[in-house]
């Protein structure tokens, strides 16, 4: 019997249009199955809060064996999981080709789904993944106001960790009316001739996503800057809804397919007229490159998006190898503790952000392959935040240790959770906003 893992891990598509995947009967023989193996193994036990809790009540068991565990602890396990899929790319050695076919990811996301198809969700957590409708409304222009004023109230805090068990203590970020959709339209764009290279072809659409048009469009804005500054063509797409990312981690795989069915043909359209897709967010380009692929694995246009979208540093290093990066820098970065997301991680490209920073004299980066224990959703619920602050602990740790000039992380999420337990919040800056200023402009 060989480890799987001396070879290259290969993905199923998952199968969630068959009846038997909601069959919970035989979910829970899966679900013992790979238990037993993951209790035999603990490699992942320091990845995230779903291992160790599997473990400890195994251990804590009459037999000290799963057999003797509640089957009601499963569910404690699934909850615990947030997809991150570190466990399946870089510990398990039982992920296909081996026998053994683990996927522990994707039998934690059919549990969730079977437990939404049972309607057994809080409805806070349909709430806070229903990113669009909250960004649409809270960033009306006046209630946005009164939206952000009260994110920030200790009393309306407290009333929200009661009623919806939202941690007083989680970072909620700052709507905005002015959104990046809004901005880019009034923003007097250069004529740009675009060249192309061999995978790119110097025109890139920007999928904002909820966090980017809502939360951050001074982060869709420096990427803009930054496109623009490198003689490439920037355009938007048009009526776009949320990736997905937050509805397929709540198991509701049936809205993935609506937001689905309503991005793609416009992705299709811009690709069709020879634009590439870029996305400023590594969860959402990961739901187009590897989760909605492996969702609908026979629908072309699906597989025609996957490749065609790419993350921001993945794409100007693709540009540099044809030597078409601008590496005129004005200004140096110093000592950088980056924080690779695992969403990034996942997608297999290498550490770009780490080269391409690099690339500006006088700049070192010091990469921190741990995960912050964000994942979008989880470290906003009130009983999984200390956790999630645990989780984060050992990159915290080390961005201290290092005393850096600046902190930063591709997900914006990840560097405002890591950020609150750092004594300067200030020197906290997203990679794409550490280009801009590289450049100067």
């Not at 499963?74 to 899929?85: A, F, P, Q, R, S």
């Not at 309607?119 to 809270?138: M, Q």
């Not at 250069?190 to 072809?201: G, H, K, L, R, Y």
């Not at 609908?296 to 794409?315: G, H, L, N, Q």
């Amino acid at each position: 019997m060989r480890e799987g893992s001396l070879e290259a891990p290969t993905r199923h598509p998952l199968d969630w249009k068959n009846p038997d995947f909601y069959n919970e009967a035989n979910l829970f023989h899966e679900l013992d199955r790979v238990f037993d193996i993951c209790h035999g193994c603990r490699r992942c036990f320091n990845l995230c809060n779903a291992f160790p809790l599997l473990f400890d009540v195994i251990d804590e068991s009459e037999t000290m064996e799963l057999d003797s565990v509640d089957k009601k602890v499963y569910w404690d396990v699934v909850d615990n999981c947030y997809l991150c899929d570190m466990c399946f790319m870089s510990k398990c050695p039982y992920v296909p080709p081996h026998e053994w076919d683990l996927d522990f990811p994707h039998l934690m996301l059919r549990a969730k789904a079977v437990k939404y198809k049972k309607d057994e969700v809080k409805r806070r957590d349909k709430l806070i993944t229903s990113t669009d409708k909250l960004g649409k409304l809270a960033s009306i222009p006046i209630l946005v106001n009164v939206v952000n004023a009260a994110n920030k109230n200790s009393a309306v805090r407290r009333l929200l960790d009661s009623q919806l068990g939202i941690h007083p203590d989680a970072v909620i970020p700052d709507y905005h009316s002015d959104t990046a959709r809004k901005q880019f339209n009034k923003r007097e764009h250069a004529a740009i001739s675009p060249v192309t290279c061999d995978q790119t072809t110097g025109k890139v659409a920007i999928f904002t996503t909820c966090y980017g048009n809502y939360n951050r469009p001074d982060l869709v804005n420096d990427l803009v800057a930054v496109l623009e500054h490198n003689k490439v063509a920037v355009t938007m797409a048009t009526q776009e809804s949320c990736c997905g990312m937050p509805k397929l981690e709540l198991g509701d795989l049936e809205e993935v397919e609506r937001l689905k069915n309503n991005n793609i043909p416009q992705l299709i359209k811009l690709i069709n007229d020879g634009w590439d897709v870029i996305a400023p967010v590594p969860s959402c380009v990961l739901m187009f490159k590897q989760e909605l692929p492996l969702m609908f694995p026979d629908d072309a246009d699906v597989a025609k998006v996957r490749d065609a979208i790419f993350d921001p540093f993945e794409y100007l290093m693709l540009r540099h190898k044809a030597s078409l990066l601008e590496t005129n820098f004005k200004d140096a970065l110093g000592t950088v503790s980056y924080q690779v997301a695992c969403h990034l991680r996942v997608q297999n490209i290498g550490l770009k952000t780490k080269e391409l920073l690099e690339l500006i004299p006088n700049t070192s980066v010091n990469a921190i392959e741990r995960c912050s224990g964000h994942d979008g959703t989880y470290a906003l619920k009130s009983e999984f935040h200390e956790i999630s602050k645990k989780i984060a602990k050992p990159v915290i740790n080390r961005v201290k240790k290092a005393e850096a000039d600046v902190f930063s992380s591709d997900c914006p999420m990840a560097a405002d959770h890591i950020a609150e337990a750092l004594d300067d919040t200030a020197n906290v800056k997203n990679p794409i906003s550490l280009l801009r200023q590289a450049y100067g402009i």
